[in-house]
């Protein structure tokens, strides 16, 4: 039987890997105040998050092979879902700049603590260059290097390409509902979410176990991919609908002028009228302009308008995850374990 892996256990191997890259840099002979600079901007940057993309490589290899992992086994898998957690890292640090925001994980984002600033630009750098260092040192001799590589450039390019196009679509502080569409929306999703939260830790995992065959590969994106895109319109319908204390955050789409689905679905409907309160009121940095448009997505019936949704999307996946031959190594298990943590969630 598989085996599902715990925080506690993801993160035990967090120190081994921050070790190594610390003796890559004093390779250097990187100053120590520079060494511990750097100690704490990977800690800082990569810890305390819920791990969710990195767990699923060590869960997916289990799945894959049906049995608990031996300790090397685990090691190897939760090293490449660190790396995921490196990227994501990255990510975090930078988009933190490019939306001004304010808190991370309940803290300060690291550009806004204290002597960060600009360094931060840096030291997000510096964390994706920690991806390759960890993989040459761990992966240099398997036989699927290599297509680790690209996999994990091609993902970053593709993240890349969805923020640009999220950026360009939706700048906080220019309100134009014309620049939105499903089209612009489906493209941001695809590429700033579905492929490396999703696709990319199971073909991670596919690759770790030499199963990455081209026929796999798409099997996995073609269901992937979709469950990715549901993911993110989930967590667009929570943002509005779902309770603060269980998502754990308050909901800020609508004040942030974001090309989320539910206001994609409200323009798709709107009459005249409606679309002018949308007009007046989305993307204002303030609770009242928020009141008139949550008014008007309850008027809109958004609520019924995403469960219909959920249920079709569900079952055309449920489908092509029953449809998954399995013959070349791939497991329907994976995809089901990876849908079942997402199904109906509240946060």
């Known amino acids: ?33 520079q060494l511990d600079w750097y100690k704490r901007s990977l800690e800082v940057n990569t810890l305390g998050g819920k791990c969710n993309r990195g767990m699923s490589v060590p869960d997916s290899v289990s799945l894959l092979l049906g049995k608990p992992l031996s300790e090397e086994e685990y090691f190897k898998a939760a090293t490449l879902g660190w790396l995921i ?7 975090l640090v930078s988009d933190d700049m490019m939306d001004s925001s304010i808190t ?25 260059s920690a991806i390759y260092q960890l993989l040459k040192k761990h992966f240099r001799s398997h036989p699927r290097y290599l297509d680790m590589m690209e996999l994990l450039h091609e993902v970053t390019y593709q993240t890349e390409l969805g923020q640009l196009c999220d950026l360009l679509t939706a700048p906080e502080d220019t309100v134009n509902l014309d620049n939105f569409n ?72 609508i ?49 019924k308008v995403y469960e219909d949704y959920e249920e079709k999307r569900v079952g055309e996946i449920k489908n092509m995850i029953n449809q998954i031959d399995e013959s070349g190594g791939l497991k329907k298990s994976a995809f089901e374990a990876f849908l079942a943590k997402i199904y109906k969630r509240s946060k």
Not at 256 to 285: F, I, M
């Open 1 to 33: 039987m598989a085996k599902q892996t715990t925080l506690q256990e993801f993160e035990s191997v967090f120190p081994k890997l921050e070790a190594d890259l610390l003796e890559s840099a004093k390779g250097y002979k990187l100053p120590k105040d």
């Open 85 to 91: 957690e490196l990227l994501q890292a990255f990510f």
């Open 104 to 128: 991370r994980r309940g803290k300060p984002c690291w550009y806004r603590q204290e002597g960060v600033g600009m360094i931060a630009i840096n030291d997000a750098l510096l964390i994706e």
């Open 182 to 253: 499903m089209e612009k929306y489906t493209f941001i999703v695809i590429y700033k979410t579905a492929y490396y939260s999703f696709y990319l830790p199971v073909a991670l995992a596919l690759h770790m176990l030499d199963l990455a065959t081209p026929k796999n590969l798409k099997q996995a994106e073609d269901i992937l991919i979709p469950m990715g895109e549901y993911f993110q319109i989930q967590d667009d319908y929570l943002d509005n609908f779902g309770l603060p204390e269980h998502i754990g955050k308050i909901g800020t789409d």
């Open 255 to 303: 004040m942030d002028n974001k090309c989320s689905w539910l206001v994609n679905q409200a323009l798709k409907q709107a009459t005249p009228e409606q679309r002018k309160v949308l007009e007046d009121h989305y993307g204002r940095k303030d609770s009242a302009h928020e009141a008139e448009v949550k008014k008007l997505y309850d008027e809109m019936n958004l609520k």
